[in-house]
């Protein structure tokens, strides 16, 4: 198995751009999916295969991959957007979440 | 409309077991890959246990293999986790999740869960 590192907490002012990195696990070897879960809700897929998005994901969010280091940006950050983000990869017949980045939109 | 219904949870002592089941509605179910994901009170989300649609391909975490048994019934759309010898730290909420496709077998693999359900609640306490 891997590890993956989220910082625990970003914080940003409205309308700022956020941005939460996640590194480890031979990164550059895998496809990174992001989630964010709000207080009380279950988790939402926001980014996958690295920069693409789900539908109905707005294109403020926005994911990219160089080396062992994936990272999620937000542009334009609104309360909306706080809550925790995890990153996730796969391993073979397995797959690993990071510990969590708890963005505050100040 | 994609729908995920765990049912199952509650509260038991450690060593004992617990089935937990998740109804799945609104798409083929035989489709796709299924996986359960946990998280403990004010922790992160961890992957549990994942399956194939014909049931083929299982994988486990580490921390959960041998105790517990992840399985469908592609029949009744219903996805299933056995747990087995029930500790403390299994405390967590559980989460049904649908794979985008079948199960990753390996490490080049751009799948990720685009439906969850609510969670049911598993505490393990004397």
């Known amino acids: 198995s891997f590890d993956l590192t989220q910082p625990p907490s970003v914080s940003v002012s409205p309308g700022q751009t956020a941005i939460i990195t996640c590194s480890g696990g031979?990164?550059?070897?895998?496809?990174v999916s992001w989630y964010r879960q709000k207080p009380g809700q279950s988790p939402v897929a926001v980014i996958y295969?690295?920069?693409k998005r789900p539908s109905g994901i707005p294109d403020r969010f926005s994911g990219s991959s160089s080396g062992p280091t994936a990272t999620l940006t937000i542009s334009e950050t609104q309360a909306m957007d706080e809550g925790d983000y995890y990153c996730q990869a796969w391993g073979p017949s397995t797959t690993v979440f990071g510990g969590g980045t708890k963005l505050t939109v100040l | 409309e994609v729908h995920l219904v765990e049912s199952g949870g509650g509260l038991v002592q450690p060593g004992r077991s617990l089935r937990l089941s998740c109804a799945a509605s609104?798409?083929?179910?035989?489709?796709?890959?299924m996986h359960w994901v946990r998280q403990a009170p004010g922790k992160g989300l961890e992957w549990v246990a994942g399956i194939d649609f014909t049931s083929r391909y299982i994988g486990y975490a580490d921390s959960v293999k041998g105790r517990f048994t992840i399985s469908r019934d592609n029949a009744k759309s219903s996805l299933y986790l056995q747990l087995n010898s029930l500790r403390a730290d299994d405390t967590a909420l559980y989460y049904c999740?649908?794979?985008?496709?079948?199960?990753?077998?390996?490490?080049?693999?751009?799948?990720?869960?685009?439906?969850w359900g609510q969670g049911t609640l598993v505490t393990v306490s004397s």
């Open positions: 031979r990164l550059g070897d895998r496809f």
């Open positions: 295969q690295d920069d």
């Open positions: 609104g798409f083929t179910f035989d489709n796709f890959a």
């Open positions: 999740a649908k794979d985008i496709s079948g199960f990753c077998t390996n490490h080049v693999c751009s799948n990720y869960f685009d439906s």
